[in-house]
């Protein structure tokens, strides 16, 4: 008695002549060798540990030296804690040396990021977002232009850009660092880039059909699909000009509108000048909460990078 079940050795298929032949077996798909992904996974385990070692070690250095009095940097190793425990005491007397000149340091820096980065994100949007969705005269032009201002690095600016605010009469002015961090030649590309594939042309066709105009359109329905690549930009242009030290200090000589780049240099250069007084452990605490900010800012805007806000809302 045979089983009613033909197995696939057993299977044929017919031929024009009439007899038949056998079925052609499924080809079963090659195996990656276990050993080639063990030495992959390890290698990629020694170099993300080695950069993260790299990021690191500078974090903890400067987290450790802020607690240890000027005479403690110089007698304990620097990636250990000394004796005296001074870290509160260096924060309360960076904030009150020199009349509290560093609060002032502080407000500057927020005040050339909050005028100079946002008011280059906003306008990065709008030009990425106009390129991105709108065809006009001279539009590969301008992608030329953009693309060689990327290429130009801000150094290279500096001088040529004092010489044209010295004319104006607004060097050593809070609006010689403010106006140049307005534009973000990079921040532009990005947003270039990141809104050609963001905002589907149909939904900007359903809006319009729909009445609404370009402002409208815009804000209602561009700029909710922008959000991840705003915030990236924001904090691209954001950690440029708080870390911004070359225009500043080409730009200002009043120390009352230094940011707090080039007020901590003048504090670490004390020690090198007659009569100057060593304050290492002001320097290395005010670089800790110089740095706090900015920490505080990827953490809080980190929720906001994702991508693929748009996906799913057109139906093909």
């Given at each position: 008695?045979?089983?009613?079940?033909?197995?696939?050795?057993?299977?044929?298929?017919?031929?024009?002549?009439?007899?038949?032949?056998?079925?052609?077996?499924?080809?079963?798909?090659?195996?990656?060798?276990?050993?080639?992904?063990?030495?992959?996974?390890?290698?990629?385990?020694?170099?993300?540990?080695?950069?993260?070692?790299?990021?690191?070690?500078?974090?903890?250095?400067?987290?450790?030296?802020?607690?240890?009095?000027?005479?403690?940097?110089?007698?304990?190793?620097g990636l250990w804690?000394?004796?005296?425990?001074?870290?509160?005491?260096?924060?309360?007397?960076?904030?009150?040396?020199?009349?509290?000149?560093?609060?002032?340091?502080?407000?500057?820096t927020l005040l050339?990021?909050?005028?100079?980065?946002?008011?280059?994100?906003?306008?990065?949007?709008?030009?990425?977002?106009?390129?991105?969705?709108?065809?006009?005269?001279?539009?590969?032009?301008?992608?030329?232009?953009v693309i060689g201002?990327?290429?130009?690095?801000?150094?290279?600016?500096?001088?040529?850009?004092?010489?044209?605010?010295?004319?104006?009469?607004?060097?050593?002015?809070?609006?010689?660092?403010?106006?140049?961090?307005?534009?973000?030649?990079?921040?532009?590309?990005?947003?270039?880039?990141?809104?050609?594939?963001?905002?589907?042309?149909?939904?900007?066709?359903?809006?319009?059909?729909?009445?609404?105009?370009?402002?409208?359109?815009?804000?209602?329905?561009?700029?909710?699909?922008?959000?991840?690549?705003?915030?990236?930009?924001?904090?691209?242009?954001?950690?440029?000009?708080?870390?911004?030290?070359?225009?500043?200090?080409?730009?200002?000589?009043?120390?009352?509108?230094?940011?707090?780049?080039?007020?901590?240099?003048?504090?670490?250069?004390?020690?090198?000048?007659?009569?100057?007084?060593?304050?290492?452990?002001?320097?290395?605490?005010?670089?800790?909460?110089?740095?706090?900010?900015?920490?505080?800012?990827?953490?809080?805007?980190?929720?906001?990078?994702?991508?693929?806000?748009?996906?799913?809302?057109?139906?093909?």
């Amino acid at each position: 008695m045979t089983s009613p079940v033909a197995t696939a050795s057993d299977r044929s298929a017919p031929t024009p002549s009439g007899t038949s032949r056998p079925a052609p077996r499924l080809r079963t798909p090659r195996r990656r060798h276990s050993a080639d992904r063990s030495r992959r996974s390890v290698l990629l385990t020694v170099l993300t540990s080695l950069v993260l070692l790299y990021s690191l070690v500078p974090l903890v250095w400067l987290a450790v030296s802020a607690t240890k009095t000027q005479e403690g940097l110089s007698r304990s190793a620097g990636l250990w804690f000394d004796g005296d425990f001074a870290l509160w005491d260096n924060i309360t007397e960076t904030f009150t040396y020199d009349d509290g000149v560093f609060t002032r340091w502080l407000l500057n820096t927020l005040l050339y990021v909050g005028l100079g980065a946002g008011g280059a994100t906003f306008l990065a949007v709008l030009g990425g977002y106009a390129l991105a969705k709108f065809d006009f005269p001279g539009r590969r032009s301008v992608f030329a232009v953009v693309i060689g201002a990327v290429a130009v690095p801000g150094t290279a600016l500096a001088v040529p850009t004092f010489l044209m605010f010295s004319k104006m009469g607004l060097t050593n002015t809070p609006w010689a660092v403010i106006i140049p961090s307005l534009i973000s030649p990079f921040g532009l590309y990005l947003m270039w880039v990141f809104a050609t594939e963001a905002i589907p042309t149909e939904l900007m066709e359903a809006a319009r059909i729909d009445g609404a105009g370009e402002l409208r359109t815009f804000f209602r329905v561009a700029l909710p699909l922008l959000a991840p690549g705003i915030v990236t930009v924001l904090l691209f242009t954001m950690v440029a000009t708080w870390n911004n030290y070359f225009l500043p200090l080409v730009m200002l000589k009043d120390p009352d509108w230094y940011p707090l780049t080039l007020g901590l240099n003048s504090w670490n250069q004390q020690a090198a000048t007659a009569g100057g007084e060593a304050v290492f452990n002001l320097v290395v605490t005010g670089s800790l909460i110089t740095i706090l900010p900015l920490i505080a800012a990827f953490l809080l805007l980190q929720k906001y990078w994702q991508s693929g806000l748009a996906a799913g809302s057109v139906k093909e």
